[in-house]
């Protein structure tokens, strides 16, 4: 199983980028790399998913280099809402393979 | 949208006590999860089930077990709770592994 590592926590300023990183170095072929964000006293949410490259939607932007052995969350523009913690997630799409591990999380603070 | 319920928000129980963890989704999904929470120690997978009457073990599987009899309903157990079990309890359940949809949490206390 790939193993992720995050950074445990991050401060921004309201109106910036952020970007998060998570390294997968055993990260397996058939692995898809997934991010969720969790505020406090709720349940993780998804944001996002991908494979390969770059993938983009209304909240959130992933990018992923060639070798796949990290990828990069990025926020645009966040404000005091995104203020959460957020979870790199690495494991098969489909099926029944496999386990799913959740890191410690990236808590994300940002300020006025 | 898709809704996980799950039976209770709070809940105390004793140390000894059987304890029954229920939750429901309204989608479909052939996946279901149970994970615990724990400050610094992220979400743990608990048990997982990818189908009715089927279920796998988790990171964290000793101290519980799980019942899917039906397709929608995913049940934790705790045959005799114990103090270190108390923590958040959150349930999930997808359709694709990696999307799964979570529900609001039980927080458990035993005491």
């Known amino acids: 199983l790939a193993k992720t590592t995050q950074p445990i926590s991050m401060d921004s300023y309201e109106g910036q980028e952020v970007n998060i990183t998570c390294s997968h170095n055993?990260?397996?072929?058939?692995?898809?790399i997934t991010w969720y964000q969790q505020f406090p006293s709720q349940g993780p949410r998804f944001i996002i998913q991908g494979y390969k490259t770059k993938v983009t939607n209304e909240v959130a932007s992933l990018f992923i280099p060639a070798d796949r052995k990290s990828s990069t969350l990025s926020l645009p523009r966040v404000s005091l809402s995104d203020t959460a913690v957020y979870y790199c997630l690495v494991a098969p799409s489909g099926g029944n393979t496999g386990k799913l591990i959740f890191g410690q999380g990236t808590t994300l603070q940002v300020k006025p | 949208d898709v809704k996980v319920t799950q039976s209770s928000r709070y809940l105390v129980k004793r140390t000894g006590e059987k304890v029954f963890l229920e939750c429901v989704q309204d989608?479909?999904?052939?996946?279901m999860f149970w994970y615990r929470q724990d400050p610094g120690l992220g979400l743990r997978l608990i048990y997982f089930?990818?189908?009715?009457?089927?279920?796998e073990k988790g990171d964290i599987p000793e101290g519980y077990s799980v019942s899917r009899e039906k397709k929608e309903r995913f049940s934790l157990i705790l045959e005799s709770a114990s103090t270190n079990q108390t923590s958040m309890y959150l349930c999930?359940?997808?359709?694709?592994?990696?999307?799964?949809?979570f529900g609001p949490g039980t927080r458990l206390t035993v005491t």
């Open positions: 999930a359940s997808s359709l694709f592994r990696n999307e799964q949809y």
């Open positions: 989608m479909d999904h052939e996946n």
């Open positions: 055993n990260i397996a072929t058939n692995d898809y």
């Open positions: 089930s990818y189908d009715v009457k089927m279920k």
